[in-house]
């Protein structure tokens, strides 16, 4: 009966279907459902309900490597493996080399209350890219050759590999510095506003990578990890992603994390950890000598809730810097806009739109004189239709770092205002905020 089997799985193996996907040929048993996740995975799947057994293939798309093949294997396991099935320990399997690529491969199984689950990853990487092929099934003796024929099957094409050291980060440059009370010192850069206290280096990056096609954080991390943090370092060990769907947090307020033990471009061992909190933070990268320095000066973050998210959070307030008369002259001006459509509760008919729209324009001349133009227009669907309004104040302005005047603004008053840049990619923006009456967020026109 055994010998039957193998023969009949040898049969099904040699009447395969070719697949090319992303960077990987390989082929699959005619007549498997195949699904695709846009931007994510491609698997190949046989469901047996008769018998009471499964199996499924993910060929998973390439990403950037972590550096190494150790590291970017810990996280592929890490993510694919453990998020799914538990803490499983890897048993190696045999893995070969293929066209420039080296390889490394492992065995578990999951003891799950519905059964056993066997799985198998193997992970490719050339220092600069990677790419991962998973299989599980609940029945290994029967599927065997078939899981073998695939892992056996796969032929990837060449993918230019890391340069032999990262490019080194970009020199300080000519721009502001703050010095906060508490001892950080923050320094515009070209790709960051990089702070500073002791030993700790906290990089908060301009670039906001788009994450939109994942569901789910720790996917979303693992993505921007590989943008911003892995082309410049060596190696990377002990990779860690922190799992869960909206960790401390609904889908606006979750909590993204990753760190590592890592080498710098100079060879240098340091620990890093990558943050963001919420959909609408800034990703802050904070460097320091080792895990213990990083969790004894920042936080411990835990994989379920109960971390201590203040200090990291509290990190993205450096992006602060003090502006001078000097700094704002020339033309600057935001706009801003809500919306609200209306429906009839018994018939579902469109009842019409609410709506309320606003522009802002600033000109600061370098005689000390200001215009400042209001536009706005609503429509409360109240039967007045839209409504359109306006106001224009012409006076001098007077900037003392953090402290901004405007004269002649609302019946003539003399208005005061906290002001403070913040610096992103290729320029600053300007908030104006004077109390909770009103405030600006201006970009300069070029």
């Known amino acids: 009966m055994r010998l039957l089997v193998s023969l009949a799985l040898a049969v099904g193996v040699l009447s395969a279907e070719t697949q090319t996907v992303d960077l990987a040929r390989y082929s699959v048993p005619d007549g498997w459902t195949r699904t695709e996740v846009p931007r994510t995975s491609v698997s190949h799947s046989q469901v047996d309900q008769k018998n009471g057994r499964y199996c499924q293939f993910y060929v998973w798309l390439s990403m950037g490597s972590t550096g190494n093949l150790d590291s970017d294997f810990a996280t592929e396991w890490d993510t694919l493996v453990v998020k799914n099935l538990g803490a499983l320990k890897p048993l190696p399997r045999e893995a070969n080399r293929l066209n420039g690529w080296q390889a490394k491969a492992a065995t578990a199984i999951a003891d799950k209350p519905a059964g056993k689950t066997s799985v198998y990853l193997q992970t490719f990487s050339n220092g600069n890219k990677r790419m991962t092929f998973t299989a599980t099934t609940n029945q290994p003796a029967y599927y065997q050759p078939i899981i073998d024929a695939f892992f056996a099957s796969i032929a990837l094409t060449e993918a230019p590999s890391a340069p032999s050291a990262p490019t080194p980060p970009p020199a300080t440059l000519s721009g502001k510095t703050t010095n906060f009370d508490d001892g950080w010192v923050a320094t515009e850069q070209s790709d960051w506003v990089r702070a500073t206290k002791d030993s700790l280096v906290v990089l908060i990056h301009y670039r906001l990578p788009d994450i939109r096609a994942f569901n789910n954080l720790d996917e979303a991390t693992n993505f921007v990890w590989n943008q911003l943090v892995a082309p410049r370092y060596r190696s990377f060990s002990n990779v860690w992603i922190r799992r869960s769907f909206w960790s401390d947090g609904d889908a606006f307020h979750g909590k993204y994390f990753?760190?590592?033990?890592?080498?710098?471009?100079?060879?240098?061992?340091?620990?890093?950890?990558?943050?963001?909190?919420?959909?609408?933070?800034?990703?802050?990268?904070?460097?320091?000598?080792?895990?213990?320095?990083?969790?004894?000066?920042?936080?411990?973050?835990?994989?379920?809730?109960?971390?201590?998210?203040?200090?990291?959070v509290k990190l993205g307030v450096y992006n602060k810097f003090a502006v001078t008369a000097a700094d704002i002259i020339g033309s600057w001006e935001s706009a801003s806009g809500a919306a609200v459509q209306y429906y009839e509760v018994y018939t579902g008919n469109n009842a019409g739109m609410a709506y309320s729209s606003s522009t802002n324009s600033f000109v600061f001349r370098p005689d000390g004189t200001?215009?400042?133009?209001?536009?706005?227009?609503?429509?409360?669907?109240?039967?007045?239709?839209?409504?359109?309004?306006?106001?224009?104040?012409?006076?001098?302005?007077?900037?003392?770092?953090?402290?901004?005047?405007?004269?002649?603004?609302?019946?003539?008053?003399?208005?005061?205002?906290?002001?403070?840049?913040?610096?992103?990619?290729?320029?600053?923006?300007?908030?104006?905020?004077?109390g909770n009456i009103e405030e600006f967020h201006l970009f300069k026109r070029q």
């Open 258 to 312: 990753a760190q590592a033990d890592a080498r710098d471009r100079d060879g240098k061992p340091v620990h890093v950890a990558l943050f963001k909190d919420g959909t609408y933070g800034k990703w802050i990268e904070v460097i320091s000598s080792d895990r213990a320095t990083f969790q004894n000066r920042i936080t411990t973050v835990q994989q379920l809730d109960g971390t201590n998210w203040a200090p990291l």
């Open 370 to 434: 200001y215009t400042n133009v209001y536009k706005g227009a609503q429509n409360l669907q109240d039967g007045r239709g839209t409504q359109f309004h306006g106001e224009t104040s012409n006076g001098k302005f007077n900037v003392t770092n953090w402290e901004m005047t405007l004269t002649n603004r609302f019946k003539g008053a003399t208005h005061a205002f906290a002001v403070q840049f913040e610096a992103v990619k290729g320029g600053r923006i300007l908030h104006v905020y004077r």
